[in-house]
């Protein structure tokens, strides 16, 4: 038994130990609610793309690359922003770093923000307009084809 321990020890030491160590030099997700984000997105001068994820969300983890890739492509027309609920910052700066994730994301432990756009479940994508106008909204997981259909209707908005 006292074997075993060591063994668990060693591995456990060889990898880095836990997940939240890895992310230490990470800053915690800033902190939102949903009349904050309201605020903020109110500000925002052209289309945004707002994935609402938790990092214990096993569709949230598939959407993940697509968003980031969709980013890359579309990030110099339409701000991307994702929104961790429900979620812890240890976990969910663990889950940004694992899917090298390069936009803005923001905090909401209590699920305001998509309470009060009209979302259910977790994953939800919301596609605003201009000045935080909300055009639709897509609760589950995305595909590529559905995020590219909301992202050509974003770009043919006017600012």
């Not at 903020?40 to 890739?69: F, G, K, Q, Y």
């Amino acid at each position: 038994m006292l074997r075993r321990l060591l063994i668990l020890a060693v591995l456990v030491t060889a990898c880095g130990g836990d997940a939240m160590t890895e992310n230490t030099g990470i800053p915690d997700l800033p902190a939102t609610t949903g009349p904050e984000f309201a605020a903020h997105m109110a500000t925002i001068d052209r289309p945004a793309v707002v994935n609402v994820w938790a990092s214990w969300c096993i569709p949230c983890r598939s959407e993940a690359p697509l968003l980031d890739r969709a980013f890359r492509t579309h990030g110099a027309d339409i701000e991307f922003i994702g929104v961790a609920v429900a979620d812890n910052q240890p976990d969910a700066k663990a889950f940004r770093s694992e899917f090298g994730l390069g936009f803005d994301h923001f905090f909401d432990h209590d699920r305001s923000m998509p309470s009060l756009f009209g979302g259910i479940g977790t994953p939800i994508t919301f596609f605003f307009g201009p000045g935080g106008e909300l055009i639709s909204t897509h609760n589950g997981v995305m595909d590529d084809r559905t995020l590219a259909l909301n992202i050509d209707e974003l770009l043919r908005l006017e600012p």
